[in-house]
């Protein structure tokens, strides 16, 4: 089940910001534990774009930021390209659950 | 690398195994994880096996019909799945996790897909 919340999609004009939230609670985001997002396109592996709340693997642009406020956290990215619009996910870890958590998604579109 | 196998049809109430082969990485220092994504739900995360082999965690979706299991010889993490049920239809994932517990997943593979359906 997912109890990480994201918006179901934001859009944007080539060039432009678009950020997108990602709400959890005090047993997941808000209990400290870390926050990393993956981009999906159909057809292909989900793949990481944002680990430990604001780190880039190599090879991600610097366009793509992360943030971690509370029991949420927030995916930046800055100089919309067309290649940019896919499915994006948070993840976490809930203590509650006593495992992964994943968000609801947030289709970005170009 | 990840490479998932063994996905396919099944009739509600059957049983599939899942393998996760993995290459270009030191296997048995990692734990597994496994995710599936539906069209309705996304992302759901599955099931996880530590590194050695010695537990595994389980969503609560999954809890008692599934088993992971690995053999660090054979670079190969498994998922047995029993009395699955359509809602277990999904594009499965296996990936390898960070060691830095709680992990996250990188890489992932390119998963196989599970249809549940009499």
């Known amino acids: 089940q997912s109890v990480l919340t994201q918006p179901p999609s934001v859009s944007g004009a080539p060039g432009q910001r678009v950020t997108f939230s990602c709400s959890g609670s005090r047993s997941n985001i808000g209990a400290g534990y870390d926050v990393h997002w993956y981009r999906y396109l159909p057809g292909t592996a989900p793949t990481l774009l944002i680990y430990g709340n604001n780190n880039r693997p190599s090879g991600v642009p610097d366009r793509f930021s992360g943030s971690k406020s509370g029991s949420s956290a927030s995916l930046a990215i800055t100089g919309l390209q067309a290649e940019d619009e896919a499915d994006y996910y948070c993840h976490s870890y809930d203590s509650s659950l006593g495992g992964y958590v994943f968000g609801t998604g947030t289709k970005v579109t170009v | 690398q990840l490479v998932e196998s063994g996905g396919g049809a099944v009739q509600p109430g059957g049983s599939l195994r899942l393998s996760c082969a993995a290459s270009?990485?030191?296997?048995?220092?990692?734990?597994i994880h496994w995710v599936r994504r539906t069209p309705g739900k996304g992302l759901e995360w599955v099931a996880s096996i530590r590194f050695d082999g010695s537990k595994n965690y389980y969503g609560e979706a999954v809890k008692g019909r599934f088993t992971s299991s690995r053999d660090n010889f054979k670079n190969t993490a498994y998922l047995q799945m029993n009395s699955l049920r359509a809602d277990d239809t999904a594009v499965y994932y296996c990936?390898?996790?960070?060691?830095?517990?709680?992990?996250?997943?990188?890489?992932w593979g390119q998963g196989t897909l599970v249809t549940v359906s009499s």
């Open positions: 990936a390898k996790g960070s060691a830095t517990y709680p992990d996250w997943f990188d890489p």
């Open positions: 270009g990485f030191t296997f048995g220092n990692y734990a």
